[in-house]
């Protein structure tokens, strides 16, 4: 039997769920594209949790009438999902029920960096929420979540071989990032901006985690001298420079980022522990390489101090 190409299989599935007269069966048609398209042991694993987690039942749900509990449509790992029959009707409840789902997790101490989806299975919107605002607040109510769409992606009929290719090998490496993460991401700026820029949840996550941290520590000496030599030297570099907190925090992320991403070229697609995690902070791990000088005290060495660099672990 001849095996169908990635551009076919997405051909048929988009053909089928155009078809489809309920959100179940557009589900279901969804699953088949999965097993299609993603193979081997540890995609036949992740599809399995992801069936699993069909109407994953969330608690600690705060609504105007009392504490109450839903059920998301999907939730596996650190991925909830709101299927909709036609996103373009009732988008804005899909965004409710993320919502609520978001702020169940939240108040029952589930705190990952959930990815947010809502899809009718054609249309597909990823949303991130603000972290920053969530974590000034305790117990959540859906009303506190601020969701920001920071990534979409639509599969239309395509009669254009090139054309369908493109969708089909979009949609591909689309899923697998935001479900799967099996295939290396090709380094491009879209997919660099996409996994870390000022719209992915990773830089949401982590501004609200150092701007925690700074909002307890703002006041030592260790973050008053660095925010201050920092402010400092901008000044002197640019003339003027209208300093801020969250200037020196989104920077600080940017640093954190650079010497991550730098060191991943250097040493290759290997998990790190947290001993060189903080070797890489710090310059060490470098230095290891016979690179001098990458890592200085800089002004964001302060995020590989001893306190602070365990506060900043997940």
């Not at 965004?95 to 249309?123: H, M, P």
């Not at 490496?173 to 799967?180: A, E, G, K, P, Y």
Request: hydrophobic letters at 40%; aromatic letters at 10%.
């Amino acid at each position: 039997m001849t095996t169908k190409t990635r551009a076919e299989l997405v051909a048929d599935y988009v053909h089928d769920v155009c078809r489809a007269q309920t959100e179940q069966a557009r589900k279901e048609r969804l699953i088949v594209l999965l097993k299609d398209l993603f193979k081997g042991a540890e995609a036949a694993q992740i599809i399995s949790d992801f069936v699993s987690g069909s109407e994953h039942r969330i608690t600690n749900i705060e609504r105007p009438t009392g504490k109450g509990s839903g059920a998301a449509d999907t939730q596996y790992h650190s991925t909830i999902i709101e299927f909709e029959k036609d996103l373009r009707k009732t988008g804005e409840h899909a965004k409710l029920q993320l919502c609520e789902y978001l702020t169940g997790n939240w108040n029952s101490r589930v705190r990952l960096e959930f990815t947010l989806i809502a899809t009718d299975c054609l249309v597909w919107e990823i949303y991130a929420p603000d972290f920053n605002s969530l974590t000034r607040l305790g117990v959540l109510k859906p009303s506190d979540v601020r969701l920001e769409k920071c990534e979409a992606i639509t599969l239309t009929p395509c009669s254009d071989a090139d054309k369908a290719r493109e969708m089909a090998d979009n949609f591909y490496f689309f899923l697998d990032r935001h479900l799967f993460r099996l295939e290396p991401i090709p380094a491009t700026l879209d997919a660099v901006r996409n996994m870390f820029g000022h719209d992915s949840s990773v830089y949401r996550a982590a501004i609200a985690c150092l701007n925690d941290l700074y909002s307890k520590e703002k006041d030592s000496s260790t973050m008053q001298v660095a925010y201050s030599e920092w402010h400092k030297f901008l000044s002197i570099a640019y003339g003027k420079f209208d300093a801020s907190e969250d200037v020196f925090l989104t920077q600080s992320y940017l640093s954190i980022l650079s010497k991550l991403l730098a060191y991943s070229v250097l040493a290759g697609n290997v998990k790190l522990e947290k001993a060189e995690i903080n070797d890489i902070l710090t310059g060490t791990a470098f230095r290891k390489h016979n690179i001098q000088n990458f890592c200085d005290d800089d002004f964001f060495r302060w995020t590989a101090d001893t306190t602070h660099y365990d506060a900043l672990l997940p």
